[in-house]
């Protein structure tokens, strides 16, 4: 049988005191020059952003609950070939998403279209970052017989920023929407947009008129983390993108994801879901940040999954129609399941943990 403990401690501090990371000394090279179609990755991709990331030599110890399950390789070796004959990108890949196994094994992949290099340069992210090639024009089709094939019922579309192109690739977006339902009809389409920084009344233009079933895009963290954190975005333009989209498409659900571990507060994190609520947004997702290299954005803590516990109890008392927190939710994991409203899937934790914390009774 299992118990919940009374809860104990002050809720604005983690419960494990976790040591904070070392960071290198070691005297830096300069950074590759950008070449069309080239990747950027790790100390290349984040050696010009305004507050520069210091390379960790250590990082803080992982607690128990940051675990996935292990899933069917058969299922995972299929999409992946099938992926690879249509030339086409998974952001699962492409920002080594600890939850692969789970998703590919499940059946179910996140598309990243327009290329795998983005044009910006977010020291958390791991996708790489230079100056993409052109468009393939051939990839909605691509896609849509990849998710025919598959037979997926939900489908999740993504894609790196495209500064460089007029409509932010929101015209690309629409394509792979239109062809996707044409094939499948009965299959539900997500999409998880850039936040077309310059270029959103063009962009929104075109997508209010080919509309997904879910319109998602990601905050990422707190205000006050942004100029470290997503150094060529804006905090209100994001939280305007998803507003404005709900007032032109209101029986559309929107969707917003960010993560923590960053350096924000508990405080931080309700004052940002009462803006995400402010501006309509349906439903949410908050998931721990994982460094994926010493040349990203240090783990400023790893968050207790009561802390989680509590951000989903905020935003369910604030009127999301849904919310996900844990230390493994991404913005697309079970996108489908959230979709039509089933509970978060708790965190995986061993027995021995739960009991150190008085969490297992007899
Ligand atoms: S814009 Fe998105 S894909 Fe590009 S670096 Fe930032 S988080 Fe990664």
Wanted: aromatic share 8%; charged share 30%.
């Amino acid at each position: 049988m299992t118990a919940t403990a009374v809860q104990t401690h002050n809720p604005l501090e983690p419960m494990i005191d976790q040591p904070k990371p070392k960071i290198s000394k070691v005297k830096r090279r300069k950074p590759k020059k950008l070449v069309k179609g080239e990747k950027m990755r790790g100390f290349d991709k984040v050696a010009r952003i305004p507050i520069k990331v210091i390379p960790t030599e250590e990082t803080i110890k992982k607690p128990d609950w940051i675990r996935v399950k292990i899933s069917s390789p058969a299922e995972v070796e299929r999409i992946k070939t099938t992926l690879r004959s249509q030339k086409l990108h998974t952001v699962c890949e492409e920002a080594a998403c600890p939850n692969l196994p789970q998703c590919f094994g499940g059946g179910t992949a996140t598309f990243m279209i327009m290329g795998d290099i983005c044009t910006r340069r977010c020291p958390f992210c791991d996708v790489a970052h230079g100056l993409p090639n052109a468009l393939d024009k051939e990839e909605p089709r691509h896609t849509a017989e990849t998710i025919q094939n598959l037979k997926l019922k939900y489908a999740v579309i993504t894609s790196v920023d495209r500064d460089d192109l007029r409509d932010g690739g929101a015209g690309h977006f629409a394509e792979v929407i239109r062809e996707s339902k044409a094939l499948s009809p009965n299959c539900l389409v997500e999409v998880l947009v850039p936040d077309f920084r310059g270029r959103v009344d063009k962009a929104l233009d075109i997508l209010v008129e080919t509309p997904p079933d879910v319109f998602n895009h990601n905050i990422e963290t707190v205000p006050r983390l942004y100029r470290a954190m997503r150094p060529e975005s804006d905090y209100q333009g994001s939280l305007d993108l998803l507003k404005t989209y709900k007032s032109r498409c209101p029986d559309i659900p929107t969707k917003c994801g960010f993560m923590v571990g960053l350096g924000e507060t508990e405080e931080e994190v309700y004052a940002l879901l009462d803006d995400l609520r402010a501006h309509d947004v349906d439903l949410i997702t908050i998931g721990q940040y994982l460094q994926p290299s010493k040349n990203h954005a240090p783990v400023d803590r790893y968050v207790h999954p009561d802390e989680f516990q509590r951000y989903m109890d905020y935003g369910k008392k604030i009127g999301f129609f849904s919310i996900w927190a844990g230390p493994m939710v991404r913005s697309s994991y079970f996108a489908d399941r959230q979709y039509y409203g089933e509970d978060c899937p708790a965190p995986i934790r061993s027995k021995r943990a739960l009991e150190k914390e008085g969490k297992v009774g007899c």
